[in-house]
């Protein structure tokens, strides 16, 4: 198999994946059954990282027929086991509750789409709170109360959360309206959660161990200096 760049979902790192960090099993029902004859695929890939060396494992099942050997035809299901879902691993600066929807989001993206936009929405209105620290009250409202603290498309990328995390949320209310969400719309919901966590902690961070850094410098060099005065 040819290499292939991946990024581990374990440490986040792009790396490239060679023939020796990948190991996969066929194993086909060839036993005739009402299903038809399917081919189940397993795959491990181990992390190059040596700070990280975690393996993944998924597993796809295929339709699949013999013509000189086994061949792969339609994908009909696929499952990622370890990790159990797409959620990548963020700092723990992030409080706990915004972390834990987060990847409930990820870990029914594909199950539930509708529960899992449901549950971004709860972590797009926890994320509001914490790191803008808005008045509670209605979601839409608080996103009005941030509309000239952020920039025009973040704030139109989070009002469509808004928007698509009501048809679950709010679902009740008209039992009739049936609109359903599909897995890549969840899927670009926890993207945006995703990008918040980045702009807004990681980067908040980053800024205050920079500029802690910088303090830091200045004191240490008074401390010196009023070291050589007493010295002299
Ligand atoms: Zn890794």
Redesign the pocket.
Known sequence: MADFNWT??????D?TITDERLTSQWHTNNIKNAFGRHTLVSKFII???P????YTLSCALFESHYKSGENLDKEIQRWNLIPPSSAKSFPDFIPQQILSDYFEACLIRDLSPKASATLARRCLQGIIRDYWAVKPGKLFDEIEAIKDKIDPLTWDAIDAVRKVGNIGAHMEKDINLIVDVEPHEAELLINLIETLFKDWYVTREERRARLLAISGIAEQKDSQRKGNISNC
């Open positions: 581990c979902p374990h440490c986040d790192r790396v992390c190059p990282n700070q990280c060396k975690k």
